[in-house]
């Protein structure tokens, strides 16, 4: 673990995501949005694929059109599978690579439910419930297993899967 420590630098560009956040939680989406797409030209198409997986999906959250919210998930996942977990390392509080795809399956799932398109959906809720399986035992991880499976009965897919974590069930 202090060998971990040691090797994660203070990130910059992550600290200014963070700010941007912190905007846009308070309410300033507009402004968020313009400093999110401002940082996404420092970093650039082909920059570093932590930068680009995160800042993606924040900026996905700071939409208001569900397409333009579908796209910028598809341009997180897509980085995300760029990821290694050595460049996470790299980062303070880093986390393993399949640790983030719970999330960013369960998003581009509830993009595709809001655009009417329900078999995109399952599909990429299926991946986060099986994603879900690498996931710790923390309130942000209680958090994300228990979207995917509010998703899940939102969908008709029944919820809780055959791990046994879903919401319980009413008994007769």
């Known amino acids: 673990m202090t060998e971990r420590q040691e090797q994660a630098v203070p990130d910059a560009v992550m600290t200014r995501i963070g700010q941007v956040v912190m905007l846009c939680h308070a ?5 968020a949005r313009h400093r999110y797409l401002a940082l996404w030209a420092e970093i650039g198409e ?12 924040y900026m996905a959250d700071a939409q208001d ?3 333009d919210e579908l796209a910028w998930d598809l ?4 980085a995300a ?4 977990d050595d460049r996470l390392i790299r ?14 399956h369960l998003n581009l799932a509830a993009d595709y439910v809001r655009l009417g398109r329900t078999d995109a959906a399952r599909s990429h809720l299926r991946r ?4 879900s399986a690498e996931l710790g035992e923390d309130s942000y991880s209680d958090g994300v297993r228990a979207a995917i499976s509010r998703l899940e009965l939102r969908l008709g897919e029944g919820g809780g899967g055959s791990d ?9």
């Open 91 to 104: 980062h303070e509080g880093a986390l393993a690579v399949r640790a983030l795809y719970p999330s960013l």
């Open 164 to 172: 046994g974590w879903g919401p319980p069930r009413q008994r007769p």
């Open 46 to 57: 082909d920059g570093d694929p932590l930068h680009r997986c995160t800042l993606a999906h």
């Open 81 to 84: 599978e760029e990821l290694t």
């Open 128 to 131: 986060a419930r099986r994603a």
């Open 27 to 31: 309410g300033d989406r507009e402004e």
């Open 65 to 67: 059109d569900p397409c």
């Open 75 to 78: 341009r997180a996942l897509t």
